[in-house]
Structure formats: C-alpha cells, structure tokens
C-alpha cells in the first residue's frame, strides 16, 4: 500500500528528509568543492549550518563598522585572488 511521506527539496532538485539536510545540501553547492577532493565540503557546511547565529552576529557586526565609517573611507574591495581593486 502506499503511504505519504513529507521530503525537502534542495536547490538543485535533490530530496532530503529532513529540512537540515537540505539546508547542508544547498550550502555544500554554495561552497563548492573545499579541500583536495571536495571532502571537506560536507563538514564546512554543518560548520556553518551549526554556527550560523555566531556568523549572522560577526556578520552584523562588519555591517555596522561599515556603516559608521564617514563617506568615501572604506577601503576598495577585494578582487577575488585577494588584491585590493583600484
């Protein structure tokens, strides 16, 4: 016989059971591969996941620093191999 089952879909189309698990899903795609062969990815991802109130927090935080700074003062952002832009 056939019975219902709830599931979580990820970004990409994958089923999970649970909502976390999709979570981890979705932000293992948002980091893409971390380490030599990707292995590290999983476990960054519950990092976050685990963290995300501490980093919401920092996060904050910058913002904030940020918005005090007078017109004009902050620095250029970073190009993406760690150079300032100019």
Known sequence: MATECTAYRDTKGGLHS???????????????????????????????FDKREEIERVFLEHDTMLASQPVGSVEAPAKPNGVAAR
């Not at 649970?18 to 971390?34: C, F, Q």
């Not at 380490?35 to 590290?40: N, P």
């Open 18 to 48: 649970t909502p976390e698990k999709a979570t981890l899903a979705d932000l293992a795609g948002v980091l893409g591969r971390v380490g030599e062969e990707g292995g590290m990815t999983a476990g960054v991802a519950k990092l976050l």
